[in-house]
């Protein structure tokens, strides 16, 4: 194979490989997770090509296409179902989905008014935590062959007084769709690779940056966004991990109690998948004050999965901001320039844990080194009488796996939040109920999210310790995304015996030798996130 310098990096092309249902062989002693069967995407014997290339040792990037556009997608209006005389609950919200009588009620409206509008029933799959089975009933109006046209009509539906939006056919996810998919794998074998896996939040944690952007400044060779983080200023600061958060072995940000997360270990050496609890407490003078969370604006618990009083629940719920009006919250430097404003008081720490002030209100710097315990509610009492000036407090954190034992990160050791499970033990073992993405009364929501094909960022690790990161685009015509289960196919069928979903939709992003090589969903392009993981080259 020829190789040539491309910015600063050589890279070793390998062989396209034609796949059509049956397995690809990899060379004698150079099997990698991107040479095994076909993805299990659409009927078997579909086109399938994969490029792989070497971007340094132990490290490959494989190009995965499969299938053509399917001349049966076209674009139509899904329209919004409002409760109807008919539903169980008239005064509901309009949503995407609904029983059967409210669709028909809204179908036959539509047809009245002169449009051409239809009521489908929505099944979905059944996963490892979840019956499946019916979710509701959606309305769709008309069929085109372009977006534009599409458009056009749904202007004409809301002119008629109702509401909609466009959608794709080819992202309901039916198993007889020809494609086409477009994945980009990176796979890092710890036998040869020299470098480093890590996982970084940028300059700090309440502001995102883009993944190019971090891969740049870091001279990555690669790169993919990482967990879900805040996005709405209203729900904290955006940019924060919406879950556990480690780097460099340092606690930056606490679980959604009991979701996984994605373990680096030994700098990309290996890596692992576990569910993860924790504990964080503040003493002094034999008091100690339980911790509710780290660097996040107090009251806001984003994905949930807090502490007993969270409303509307301690469980893990996606996507729902999570309140509690009584928190103490510790904070770092790594959080930004100045902590979280409000109602309350601050106990501002040097670096060695002892309290300079306590502010009478929450927010401000902090000192070099330094640290703050935040307070609200119920709590403020009890942080002003323990936080005298001079007093040393002492802030601890303990991490859980699922199986109760101790996590002690290593200086090392990074972990990014994730969910739901795909994979385990090379098992399928999907488990959106478990992390929250099943919303009780919402189906549309699991129907967006869940059940559609979107873009999606996998992780996971195969039988011979390969870490593998897997990115695919979404929300286009050229390459229709993943559904939630599928994504675990795939994954299963890369050779992952454990393999986790990370930040998806917008977010997904790959970027290798200095490029974004993903075509990222967002209209505005690529899209700031709260955290990525980094391929490092090997220090000299």
């Known amino acids: 194979m020829k190789k040539r310098r491309l910015g600063g990096v050589a890279v070793a092309f390998g062989v396209v490989l034609a796949v059509t249902g049956l397995p690809a062989q990899a060379s004698a002693g150079n099997r990698t997770a991107d040479a095994r069967a076909a993805l299990p995407l659409g009927p078997a014997g579909l086109a399938e090509t994969r490029t792989t290339q070497t971007l340094q040792p132990g490290l490959t990037l494989t190009r995965i296409v499969r299938g053509t556009v399917d001349p049966a997608h076209h674009w139509t209006v899904e329209a919004s179902i409002p409760g109807g005389d008919t539903s169980p609950d008239p005064d509901a919200p309009p949503t995407t989905l609904k029983d059967k009588a409210s669709a028909d009620e809204l ?3 539509l047809r009245g008014d002169g449009f051409d509008a239809r009521a489908e029933q929505v099944a979905t799959p059944s996963t490892t935590d979840y019956a499946g089975g019916t979710l509701g009933w959606r309305v769709r109006i008309g069929s085109f062959t372009s977006q534009s046209a599409a458009a ?5 539906v809301i002119n008629a007084g109702y509401s909609g939006s466009v959608t794709y056919t080819g992202w309901d996810g039916a198993t007889t769709d020809r494609g086409p998919w477009r994945l980009d794998v990176l796979t890092i074998d710890p036998r040869a690779f020299r470098g480093t896996l890590d996982a970084t939040h940028g300059p700090d944690i309440e502001n995102r940056e883009t993944v190019s952007t971090l891969a740049t400044d870091s001279g990555a060779v690669a ?3 990482a967990g879900f983080f805040v996005l709405d200023p209203r729900s904290g600061a955006p940019g924060d991990p919406a879950g556990v958060g480690v780097y460099d072995g340092r606690l930056l940000s606490e679980p959604v109690s009991g979701r996984p997360g994605l373990v680096v270990h030994d700098s990309g050496r290996s890596a692992q998948i576990t569910r993860l609890t924790w504990e964080g407490r503040v003493t002094a003078r034999g008091t ?3 911790l509710d969370g780290v660097n996040r604006v107090p009251g806001l618990i984003r994905n949930c999965g807090g502490s007993e009083g969270d409303s509307p629940t301690s469980l893990p719920l996606h996507d729902v901001t999570c309140t509690n009006p009584d928190q103490l919250v510790a904070f770092t430097e790594e959080y930004g320039a100045n902590t979280p404003q409000g109602e309350g008081v601050e106990a501002v ?3 060695r844990g002892r309290v300079l002030e306590l502010r009478p209100a929450r927010g401000g710097p902090l000192p070099s080194g330094g640290s703050s315990i935040q307070a609200t509610g119920r709590h403020v009492a009890a942080l002003t009488a323990l936080a005298r000036p001079g007093e040393r ?3 601890g954190t303990t991490l859980r796996d699922d199986q109760g034992r101790r996590v002690t990160p290593s200086p090392g050791t990074d972990i990014v939040n994730a969910g739901p499970e795909l994979v385990r033990d090379g098992r399928l073992h999907v488990t959106p109920a478990t992390d929250g993405m099943v919303h009780p009364g919402d189906p ?3 129907y967006g999210w869940v059940h559609k094909r979107n873009p999606r960022t996998l992780a996971g690790i195969d039988a011979a310790g390969r870490t593998v990161l897997v990115t695919a685009d979404g929300r286009s015509t050229d390459s229709l995304g993943l559904s939630i ?11 992952l015996r454990d393999a986790v979903n990370l930040d998806g939709g917008g977010s997904t992003t790959m970027v290798a030798n200095g490029r974004m090589i993903n075509r990222p969903s967002d209209a505005a392009g690529e899209r700031p996130v709260g955290d990525a993981l980094l391929v490092l080259p090997r220090r000299r």
């Open 349 to 351: 720490l040097d670096s």
């Open 393 to 395: 407090l002492r802030v």
């Open 223 to 225: 790169a993919v966004n």
């Open 152 to 156: 056009t009509e749904r202007i004409r």
């Open 288 to 290: 100690a004050l339980t």
């Open 107 to 109: 179908a036959a409206d």
């Open 485 to 495: 289960t599928e994504s675990a196919k795939v994954a299963r069928s890369l050779g």
């Open 444 to 446: 549309s929501w699991y």
